[in-house]
């Protein structure tokens, strides 16, 4: 898949977008959380065009502050999972943050979230951390993940 199937979010994609959220997480974001990563100076969202459908597969929200990148925000539309998409969102996150000069990664995820915890160490994020009941819909704790790029 070329890059020009990733590109920034726009308002247009907020549609298909909340659909996504909607079914993959039990505490959505809301469009004014999707708006403002829109249009937030220090936010990169980026969604995954389907080839040849025209319709957004999936979504990466993070943002940048100095060297640090936080991933705040990744989902892959339910008919589209298990494809690489959510991979090739992170390595094209990843490629930009290059030219940004990045030099670590951190996010959260649910420690029972499996699936995601190998993609990201698939990655070379490791467990750095624990956020106790840091969900608030279940209780459930979060991992930590951080990734260093490597020295140049």
Same mark, same amino acid.
């Given at each position: 898949?070329?890059?020009?199937?990733?590109?920034?979010?726009?308002?247009? *994609?907020?549609?298909?977008?909340?659909?996504? +959220?909607?079914?993959?997480?039990? /505490?959505?974001?809301?469009?004014?959380?999707?708006?403002?990563?829109?249009? %937030?100076?220090?936010?990169?969202?980026?969604?995954?065009?389907?080839? %040849?459908?025209?319709?957004?597969? %999936?979504?990466?929200?993070?943002?940048?502050?100095?060297? +640090?990148?936080?991933?705040?925000?990744?989902?892959?539309?339910?008919?589209?999972?298990?494809?690489?998409?959510?991979?090739?969102?992170? *390595?094209?996150?990843?490629?930009?943050?290059?030219?940004?000069?990045?030099?670590? @990664? @951190?996010?959260?995820?649910?420690?029972?979230?499996?699936?995601?915890? /190998?993609?990201?160490?698939?990655?070379?994020?490791?467990?750095? %951390?624990?956020?106790?009941? @840091? @969900?608030?819909? /279940?209780? +459930?704790?979060?991992?930590?993940?951080?990734?260093?790029?490597?020295?140049?």
């Amino acid at each position: 898949m070329s890059l020009e199937w990733i590109r920034r979010m726009e308002e247009r *994609d907020l549609d298909e977008v909340l659909a996504i +959220e909607n079914d993959a997480f039990l /505490t959505p974001w809301s469009r004014s959380s999707f708006l403002n990563e829109i249009h %937030g100076s220090n936010a990169v969202p980026l969604v995954l065009i389907e080839p %040849g459908s025209q319709r957004v597969a %999936g979504y990466l929200c993070s943002w940048i502050v100095l060297d +640090e990148c936080h991933i705040l925000n990744l989902a892959v539309r339910k008919d589209c999972r298990r494809r690489g998409y959510a991979s090739r969102m992170i *390595d094209h996150l990843m490629r930009f943050c290059r030219q940004k000069d990045v030099e670590r @990664y @951190y996010l959260e995820v649910r420690v029972s979230n499996v699936r995601a915890i /190998t993609l990201y160490e698939k990655f070379g994020f490791h467990v750095c %951390g624990l956020r106790k009941a @840091y @969900y608030q819909d /279940t209780g +459930e704790d979060a991992f930590i993940m951080l990734r260093s790029a490597p020295c140049q």
